[in-house]
Every structure is written in C-alpha cells, then in structure tokens.
C-alpha cells in the first residue's frame, strides 16, 4: 500500500478492494410453516425464487429447516441456505440471533443473567457450529441496546433494518433508532455491518400493515461464485449493502476515499450522506455518484443513500486509522 499524503492507514473492513463478479440479492431471515410463517418452505422459496432473489436463508424458529430437497434445479441462479433463528426471552425481552449456513448442529444457547450473556451465548453457539451470526430486531419491544451489544465478541452482523410494523428502526419519541445505535457502537470501535430483511412469515392473502410479508428489505452482496460459503464469508466480511428499493451498481473503496454509482429509476431524485464519528454527516451529496475523499481523522466512514420515493440503501463502514 503506498504512503498517503496524511499518513493515513486504512483498515478496509467493509469492502474489498477487488471488485467481486457480481452482486446477488437475498433475504437472511424468513421463516415457514415449520415454525411461525404460514406457508410450507418449497412454496417460500417459490416467492423469492419468482422475484428474481439468488438466495434466500430460512431461518425457522430454533430448527434447521432441511433445504436440501427443496432446490432441486442446481442450473438455476437461486441458492437456498439453511439457518436458524435461536430464540430465547427474558421476562418481556426478546433476544434473538441468526446462525446462517451451520455447517454442524447448533447447540443450545443459555439463557444468561443480562441480555448481553444472553446474546454472547447464542453468537458463541451459532460460531460453534460453523455459521455466521447476525443479531435480529434489537428494538422490537426494546430489547437490545447500545450497551448489551459493545463487548460482544464475534458478531459483525445486525439487523439495521428489520421491515416490520414492530421493529422500531427509525428515532422517535426521544428514543435512538437502528441507525443511531449503529453509530455509538462504531464510534465505540465495534466492526459492525448492517443488514435489511424481510423477517417474513406471512405470505398468504393480502399484504397488510401488521403482516411480516416479503420482499421489503433485502442485502445485495458482492461474489464471485453463487454458493452459500461465498455468501456467508462476503457478508461476515461486509462486502455487501442494505436496502428497500435503491440500487447500486458499484461500491468502491480505495486509499482516497469512498464511492458509490446509483442506478437511476425513472424520475426519483437521490441523497447520499457520508456519515462518521457520532452519526455525524461528513459530506452530503446529490449525483449518481457520490463520492467522499477521506481526510484521515473521521474513524470510520460508511454511506447512506435515500430516494424520493421513500427507499434507503446503507454501505457498510470503512474503519480509518492514522
């Protein structure tokens, strides 16, 4: 790497400097008839199969939901990974993490004493058994704050963006959204990348504000071959983005700075905001592609883009070091 003029070490955590083939788009928590979702996994997998996904993790309630008969076409550009959601509950808190692609059965994660032994024991579980972690809704009911999640050791993964009704993603009544805990705990030092999903368990009937139904957020991640082991490692390794409805036909990091190319729909008018230490916006911009030449002091730098039609994509951070 050679010497920039402010001396400035990057730590490239969020985006390989080597473009990836492609981008795929999936969905990381979704569930079925076998746990809390009402219709059977082959006609889950049909939905997102039909709306041009390239994988799809099902996630059932504490249980592997065996995928391997249900993709039979292997010509196809579509994946199924097999997941879990290991749920636990204390009092009225919710504690639930994903452990995507477990390469042997995950064992049972005790209920701890604080909602962060709690949490620690189930991203240990989902890491034993070969999968990658990722921590679910941390404000449905409130449950996970800033605090319960800074010491946690081998998660990289979040839900940002849970897309239901419950899910409290947004800042409000003087409470801290997704984003803002986000920010505290970058800002503390923790590598964290966010993700947007669906959490789907209603798919049946018509699409109604207090129903969990599909195709509301989703992760598009870079590859260079459609399998599960590639998926899970580019999304553990953040090279991926969050969104509802943005798309990105390039994110590149270099020694110089960070920048995205947006691909326009139709008339929408776009935001990007670069966004560092504390939440605070760096540079905020209006073309088709940003871009924001790093100084050497910000700590991290990460990118949000949102539409005037209401969509959002999120860029994960990029760590700076002087």
Known sequence: MKKASLAVLLVFSAVCLAP???????NTHTHTRNSDGNEMPRRVMRWYLDHNYQFLVISDHDLVTDVT????????????????EIT?????LRVHVNALNPKRPVAEAVVGKTVAETLQNAVDAARAAGAVPHVNHPHWRWSITADDMKDLRGLRLFELLNVNRDSNNFAAGGRPGTEELWDALLTKGMVLYGIASDDTHDYLGDFLPDLSYPGKGWVMVRVNELTPDAVCTALDQGDFYASTGVELTEVQVTEKGYALTIKPLRDTAYT????????VVL?????????????????????????SNGELAF???VFIKK
């Open 88 to 92: 636990r509950s204390m009092d009225k």
């Open 315 to 317: 860029c994960q951070p």
């Open 20 to 26: 990836a083939a492609r981008w795929v788009k999936g």
């Open 69 to 84: 008969y249900l993709d039979s076409d292997k010509n196809d550009d579509f994946i199924l990974i097999s997941g879990l």
């Open 283 to 307: 540079k905020e911009e209006y073309s088709l592609t940003p871009s924001y030449p790093f100084r050497g002091d910000e700590l991290y730098v990460r990118a949000k883009v949102f539409a």
């Open 272 to 279: 990007t905001r670069f966004i560092g230490r504390n939440g």
